[in-house]
């Protein structure tokens, strides 16, 4: 009965062992992947300062063939005073949760529409200025 008790003890000494390492790795992991992500925002942000067009922006992206897409409201705070899009440029990826497809992490650029002409709809213009540039997580293809 002993060795049984001294079994069991032994065998969930060493769960506890292996969900520590395990915790501490992913812990690790993570603060790699930020740090990646920071470095590649330093990088945009020492070339691309606030006050640039759009077009100087994506000029840059397309001369160094960096995929970009668009979106509106990267900082829904904002979402009544701005009808720019925003450019996001993919730079990671993160674990799901079982509820959506994807977890990615991005770069965004977020612009704003300098001109008096504040149309009704989302656009984006050619002289649209950069405001900032964060990183933005982002899940996609939720329930």
């Known amino acids: 009965m002993k060795r049984i008790l ?4 032994m065998l969930a000494v060493i769960g506890l062992l292996f969900l520590g390492i395990n915790h ?4 690790r992991a993570k603060k790699k992947r930020e ?4 470095a590649a925002l330093r990088s945009y942000i020492q070339v691309l300062k606030p006050g640039m067009t759009r077009k100087e922006v994506e000029d840059y992206f397309q001369g160094k063939s960096v995929k970009f897409r668009q979106m509106c409201c990267v900082d829904a705070l904002e979402l009544s005073k701005r009808k720019s899009w925003d450019d996001l440029i993919k730079i990671g990826e993160e674990a799901t949760p079982w509820f959506c497809s994807e977890n990615n992490v991005y770069l965004a650029f977020q612009f704003i529409d300098d001109s008096e002409q504040q149309t009704g709809g ?7 200025t950069l405001k900032s540039i964060t990183v933005y997580h982002w899940l996609e293809g939720c329930l």
């Open 6 to 9: 001294a079994l069991i003890l």
């Open 24 to 27: 501490r790795l992913k812990i």
């Open 35 to 38: 740090a990646a992500y920071q």
């Open 122 to 128: 989302w656009k984006a213009d050619d002289l649209d």
